[in-house]
T-cell receptor
Framework: EAGVAQSPRYKIIEKRQSVAFWCNPI?????LYWYQQILGQGPKLLIQ????????DSQLPKDRFSAERLKGVDSTLKIQPAKLEDSAVYLC???????????????FGQGTRLTVV | GEDVEQSLFLSVREGDSSVINCTYT??????LYWYKQEPGAGLQLLTY?????DMKQDQRLTVLLNKKDKHLSLRIADTQTGDSAIYFC?????????FGKGTMLLVSP
């Protein structure tokens, strides 16, 4: 079974530029998550989708971050404009259907390492 | 808000047992998880425990849960150099995973 695919693996941009990350979840997984992992910390949830609807985006900085999951499959996360403090690894994860929201057995991609200079 | 705390570093010798501890604050957590992260990789789910259980054993892994004290531990028996990684505890209160900062486990030969 193919895992969660993310691209690019690495990205370096200057502050105030924009950047986009792409995620392809495991086939058939209804729930998709974007996490931000700052160096030395645990992942922090940015947004959670159930199919193509948003379940939780309470920690997404909506003035600069946006995410979409058209057709309930692939997802993109965008940052515009980027700040120095956005330097982090952005992890995408997915969960299979039929799971309760509290049974978050999520499968993670390798992440995109973003460096803002 | 929810908070998950872990010790930051643990060093053991190959063949010894490792015990990684975690405390959490969210009493509504239904499941508690242990994830492993190797350098440059995403998070790999190791095991999880349902909140009405005290203990779960899975091969070399033993999870102990003290719900009264909100304390979770992961014991790795016969630790190998390949177990060197960062281990994250996570709880699932309010339908999202809240992670600790991770414990770096270093296994020396």
């Amino acid at each position: 079974e193919a895992g969660v695919a993310q691209s690019p693996r690495y990205k370096i941009i200057e502050k105030r530029q924009s950047v986009a990350f792409w995620c392809n979840p495991i086939s058939g997984h209804a729930t998709l998550y974007w996490y931000q992992q700052i160096l030395g910390q645990g992942p922090k949830l940015l947004i959670q989708f159930q199919n193509n609807g948003v379940v939780d985006d309470s920690q997404l900085p909506k003035d600069r971050f946006s995410a979409e999951r058209l057709k309930g499959v692939d997802s993109t996360l965008k940052i515009q404009p980027a700040k120095l403090e956005d330097s982090a690894v952005y992890l995408c994860a997915s969960s299979p259907p039929g799971r309760g929201l509290t049974s978050a057995e999520a499968f993670f991609g390798q992440g995109t390492r973003l460096t803002v200079v | 808000g929810e908070d998950v705390e872990q010790s930051l570093f643990l060093s053991v010798r190959e063949g010894d047992s490792s015990v990684i501890n975690c405390t959490y604050t969210d009493s509504s957590s239904t499941y508690l998880y242990w994830y492993k992260q190797e350098p440059g990789a995403g998070l790999q789910l190791l095991t999880y425990i349902f909140s009405n259980m005290d203990m779960k054993q899975d091969q070399r892994l033993t999870v102990l849960l003290n719900k009264k004290d909100k304390h979770l531990s992961l014991r790795i028996a016969d630790t190998q150099t390949g177990d060197s990684a960062i281990y994250f505890c996570a709880d699932s209160g309010y339908s999202t995973l809240t992670f600790g900062k991770g414990t770096m486990l270093l296994v020396s030969p």
